[in-house]
């Protein structure tokens, strides 16, 4: 059999795509290779936090050229906040020149290294320091401390963060993760954390803040006739206590849902206006600490408008996801915080089309995913609406200029048998702070949203003008003064203090509350007689 010229050109020409495919896939695992291990990066970082909340920083970065022709020409460090102030860098040989790129909460400082270090196992060591007021915050007597991680710190071989805090030491403490070592250096608490790339640091010291809140509601009624109208006291939760200072005019009663709120109830005549002002101190707790009056169980397969828990998109995600924590980092990690649309009127997208469209969402939309999601998995799960004090409301966004407030989810958690808040959004806009292991000092819960998904209206909804704000909250200057009286007429507990009473006897009463006390049937003439001769006969012959 004769081989052609053409049969040679179309053998050899196959054969010059195969070598130049495997050269290219060659060329591309090699640089890939290559790019991964073209440095070393030694990260060491130390924080100094002063009793005022002052932190001054300093970032040790070593980075060592692990191929002789390539060496670091530029560096970048990206980490959460836009009050840096401050800024020194320098290497070896002296200061160096940088750029800084603030927005929307992130500061990005570009560096150009103008002597760099060149060949195999050569070292540029950078140093970086600043100072900030935004990682710590002081609320009351308790100090929160939020140090979030660096953009590039997963790249690093080692990484050490050393964090100094000035006057906590005789303060309770949460540290979420968990240091390796502790030490004291005279008025300085001294934590050491090695490893630990991809988590932020939080410490929260202190025991509880007390707020002092004073809320404006209006009712109204244009009717014909007379109603009954109610609307919603921030409750007692797991999170927080209450204690009322004074309500004008006072409410007829305060009865409980099933969700734990303290429902306000009002006689109004017709087509009449009613405005109430409520003064009342919430004590808020950073984990679980208090009595939880509300009922643990919820029908997790309750049609409602936002969380569409059966939706098959949902059930499949859910599934996956499984537990309560992966939940909130899969929201966390996958949503996007709308910053323009707190200040607009933007109506509430529910759970289902904030997961099919994460992008621009707000924190009802994470709460709605969240709550969705958990109990689409059976797992039982709620909204709560309510208040975040922070100073810093870019990175803990809401809108304090009107009264558009705060959401995030709680879930039941069967081995603590507890109702457990977490907070995937400012778990997203602080740069990966954990609000999922334990919630912080400045949130306060208005109303919670279990067996329906929008009632009761929080603190700032019953009005008629939406620009004219009816919440102040401000940190108490002084401790409530508690009030326990009661009284019981005709065979009904009444409640006239200004906490809740919570015993075996009654249960649980709000302030205001009443509850109908259990009758003992009278006992008949025949076991009166046989009591009294069970007395004399254990008197007169008492047992050996």
Same mark, same amino acid.
């Given at each position: 059999?004769?081989?052609?010229?053409?049969?040679?050109?179309?053998?050899?020409?196959?054969?010059?795509?195969?070598?130049?495919?495997?050269?290219?896939?060659?060329?591309?695992?090699?640089?890939?290779?290559?790019?991964?291990?073209?440095?070393?990066?030694?990260?060491?970082?130390?924080?100094?936090?002063?009793?005022?909340?002052?932190?001054?920083?300093?970032?040790?970065?070593?980075?060592?050229?692990?191929?002789?022709?390539?060496?670091?020409?530029?560096?970048?460090?990206?980490?959460?906040?836009?009050?840096?102030?401050?800024?020194?860098?320098?290497?070896?040989?002296?200061?160096?020149?940088?750029?800084?790129?603030?927005?929307?909460?992130?500061?990005?400082?570009?560096?150009?290294?103008?002597?760099?270090?060149?060949?195999?196992?050569?070292?540029?060591?950078?140093?970086?320091?600043?100072?900030?007021?935004?990682?710590?915050?002081?609320?009351?007597?308790?100090?929160?401390?939020?140090?979030?991680?660096?953009?590039?710190?997963?790249?690093?071989?080692?990484?050490?963060?050393?964090?100094?805090?000035?006057?906590?030491?005789?303060?309770?403490?949460?540290?979420?993760?968990?240091?390796?070592?502790?030490?004291?250096?005279?008025?300085?608490?001294?934590?050491?954390?090695?490893?630990?790339?991809?988590?932020?640091?939080?410490?929260?010291?202190?025991?509880?803040?007390?707020?002092?809140?004073?809320?404006?509601?209006?009712?109204?009624?244009?009717?014909?006739?007379?109603?009954?109208?109610?609307?919603?006291?921030?409750?007692?939760?797991?999170?927080?206590?209450?204690?009322?200072?004074?309500?004008?005019?006072?409410?007829?009663?305060?009865?409980?849902?099933?969700?734990?709120?303290?429902?306000?109830?009002?006689?109004?005549?017709?087509?009449?206006?009613?405005?109430?002002?409520?003064?009342?101190?919430?004590?808020?707790?950073?984990?679980?600490?208090?009595?939880?009056?509300?009922?643990?169980?919820?029908?997790?397969?309750?049609?409602?408008?936002?969380?569409?828990?059966?939706?098959?998109?949902?059930?499949?995600?859910?599934?996956?996801?499984?537990?309560?924590?992966?939940?909130?980092?899969?929201?966390?990690?996958?949503?996007?915080?709308?910053?323009?649309?707190?200040?607009?009127?933007?109506?509430?997208? /529910?759970?289902?089309?904030?997961?099919?469209?994460?992008?621009?969402?707000?924190?009802?939309?994470?709460?709605?995913?969240?709550?969705?999601?958990?109990?689409?998995?059976?797992?039982?799960?709620?909204?709560?609406?309510?208040?975040?004090?922070?100073?810093?409301?870019?990175?803990?966004?809401?809108?304090?200029?009107?009264?558009?407030?705060?959401?995030?989810?709680?879930?039941?958690?069967?081995?603590?048998?507890?109702?457990?808040?977490?907070?995937?959004?400012?778990?997203?806009?602080?740069?990966?702070?954990?609000?999922?292991?334990?919630?912080?000092?400045?949130?306060?819960?208005?109303?919670?949203?279990?067996?329906?998904?929008?009632?009761?209206?929080?603190? /700032?909804?019953?009005?008629?003008?939406?620009?004219?704000?009816?919440?102040?909250?401000?940190?108490?200057?002084?401790?409530?003064?508690?009030?326990?009286?009661?009284?019981?007429?005709?065979?009904?507990?009444?409640?006239? /203090?200004?906490?809740?009473?919570?015993?075996?006897?009654?249960?649980?009463?709000?302030?205001?509350?009443?509850?109908?006390?259990?009758?003992?049937?009278?006992?008949?003439?025949?076991?009166?007689?046989?009591?009294?001769?069970?007395?004399?006969?254990?008197?007169?012959?008492?047992?050996?």
């Amino acid at each position: 059999m004769s081989i052609g010229i053409c049969d040679i050109l179309i053998f050899m020409k196959k054969i010059f795509l195969i070598f130049l495919l495997f050269t290219c896939q060659f060329l591309l695992v090699t640089a890939k290779a290559s790019a991964i291990s073209e440095f070393s990066t030694n990260f060491n970082s130390l924080y100094i936090i002063s009793a005022s909340g002052k932190a001054n920083i300093t970032h040790t970065i070593i980075l060592k050229n692990n191929l002789a022709q390539v060496y670091a020409k530029d560096y970048a460090l990206t980490t959460t906040g836009d009050n840096i102030k401050n800024i020194t860098i320098s290497d070896e040989n002296g200061p160096i020149n940088y750029t800084v790129n603030t927005k929307k909460g992130v500061t990005i400082i570009s560096i150009k290294i103008t002597n760099p270090a060149i060949g195999k196992d050569k070292e540029k060591i950078l140093t970086i320091n600043y100072e900030t007021d935004a990682i710590a915050e002081i609320i009351g007597p308790t100090i929160t401390i939020n140090i979030p991680r660096l953009a590039r710190s997963n790249e690093a071989t080692s990484y050490t963060r050393v964090v100094k805090i000035e006057g906590v030491t005789n303060l309770p403490s949460i540290i979420y993760p968990k240091p390796s070592n502790f030490a004291l250096e005279g008025d300085f608490a001294v934590y050491t954390f090695a490893g630990h790339q991809n988590d932020s640091l939080s410490f929260l010291f202190g025991q509880s803040v007390t707020y002092k809140l004073n809320l404006n509601y209006e009712l109204r009624n244009k009717q014909l006739t007379a109603i009954e109208s109610e609307f919603a006291l921030p409750p007692d939760t797991a999170y927080q206590h209450i204690v009322i200072d004074n309500i004008t005019p006072p409410p007829q009663n305060i009865f409980l849902d099933n969700d734990g709120n303290w429902l306000a109830r009002y006689k109004l005549n017709s087509q009449t206006k009613l405005n109430i002002k409520a003064s009342l101190y919430a004590t808020v707790y950073p984990n679980p600490t208090l009595y939880d009056p509300s009922k643990n169980i919820i029908k997790n397969n309750l049609k409602n408008k936002y969380w569409d828990s059966n939706s098959s998109m949902i059930a499949d995600l859910s599934t996956r996801l499984k537990n309560p924590e992966n939940i909130y980092n899969y929201i966390k990690d996958n949503f996007t915080y709308n910053y323009n649309g707190i200040n607009s009127s933007e109506s509430r997208k /529910g759970a289902l089309v904030a997961l099919t469209i994460p992008t621009n969402v707000l924190c009802t939309e994470f709460t709605d995913a969240f709550v969705a999601l958990a109990r689409s998995a059976n797992i039982e799960s709620r909204e709560i609406n309510g208040y975040g004090f922070t100073k810093n409301s870019l990175l803990q966004p809401q809108n304090v200029t009107t009264d558009i407030l705060h959401a995030w989810p709680e879930y039941f958690d069967e081995s603590k048998k507890a109702w457990i808040s977490v907070d995937p959004t400012w778990g997203n806009t602080t740069g990966g702070i954990d609000y999922f292991h334990k919630l912080d000092f400045s949130h306060i819960a208005f109303v919670r949203h279990g067996e329906e998904d929008s009632y009761p209206l929080p603190a /700032g909804a019953y009005k008629t003008n939406s620009t004219v704000k009816s919440i102040d909250i401000q940190v108490a200057q002084s401790d409530p003064q508690e009030n326990t009286s009661s009284e019981i007429k005709n065979d009904i507990f009444y409640n006239t /203090g200004n906490v809740a009473i919570q015993n075996d006897t009654v249960g649980y009463v709000p302030p205001y509350g009443s509850v109908k006390l259990l009758s003992h049937k009278p006992l008949s003439l025949y076991d009166k007689i046989k009591n009294i001769c069970a007395k004399l006969f254990s008197k007169f012959y008492p047992q050996q």
